[in-house]
């Protein structure tokens, strides 16, 4: 079974610049996530999907983040503009969604490493 | 709100020793437990979880972890370490008043020196 798929792997930028980022879950996975891992912390999630909506972006900052998941399976995290603290790998995960979300694990991809100089 | 709390930054050990990795953690509700291993370069390995049951819960590569209600404590645990069992290691919480959100601590390194 393939994993989840994530590119590209690295990316440099500068400050003020977009960026996106392309997700692909495991198949048949309805949940979708997206953290945010800064060097030396644990991940952060930025935001959730379950099929095309979203259930919980709470901690996205909406004033230059976005994301979408248009048909229930890719997803594309974009950020505009671009600023230096944003330098964090950006990691996507998905679970099956088909049972009780606490029991569920999430699967992590390769992540993308971004540099904003 | 959830919480979790990797006290050690880095855990060196030598190969052949027994691994400890501590986590501890804080929810309004009953929990639902993590450990995840990352690899330079790669994203987060799954390596166990506790729901419910069993107190000692038994995973990948060889690795344990404990469920302690009273101490609010979830060690990762291995009888023996190896050389390629490097790598950082998170704990992770979740719980229902939280949204079903998963909560990250801040990792520890594990260093097996041979």
């Known amino acids: 079974e393939a994993g989840v798929a994530q590119s590209p792997r690295y990316k440099i930028i500068e400050k003020r610049q977009s960026v996106a980022f392309w997700c692909n879950p495991i198949s048949g996975h309805a949940t979708l996530y997206w953290y945010q891992q800064i060097l030396g912390q644990g991940p952060k999630l930025l935001i959730q999907f379950q099929n095309n909506g979203v259930v919980d972006d709470s901690q996205l900052p909406k004033d230059r983040f976005s994301a979408e998941r248009l048909k229930g399976v890719d997803s594309t995290l974009k950020i505009q503009p671009a600023k230096l603290e944003d330098s964090a790998v950006y990691l996507c995960?998905?679970?099956?969604?088909?049972?009780?979300?606490?029991?569920?694990?999430?699967?992590f991809g390769p992540g993308t490493r971004l540099l904003v100089l | 709100a959830q919480s979790v709390a990797q006290p050690e930054d880095q855990v060196n050990v030598a190969e052949g020793n027994p691994l400890t990795v501590k986590c501890t953690y804080s929810v309004s509700g009953n929990p639902y437990l993590f450990w995840y291993v990352q690899y330079p370069n790669r994203g987060l390995q799954f390596l166990l979880k506790?729901?419910?049951?069993?107190?000692l819960v038994k995973g990948s590569y060889g690795f344990e972890a404990e469920f302690n209600k009273s101490q609010t404590s979830f060690h990762l645990k291995k009888p023996s370490a190896l050389v390629s069992d490097s790598a950082l290691y998170f704990c992770a919480v979740r719980d229902k008043a939280a949204g079903n959100k998963l909560t990250f601590g801040g990792g520890t390194r594990v260093l097996v020196k041979p």
């Open positions: 995960a998905s679970s099956s969604g088909g049972g009780s979300g606490r029991q569920e694990t999430q699967y």
């Open positions: 506790y729901i419910t049951g069993d107190n």
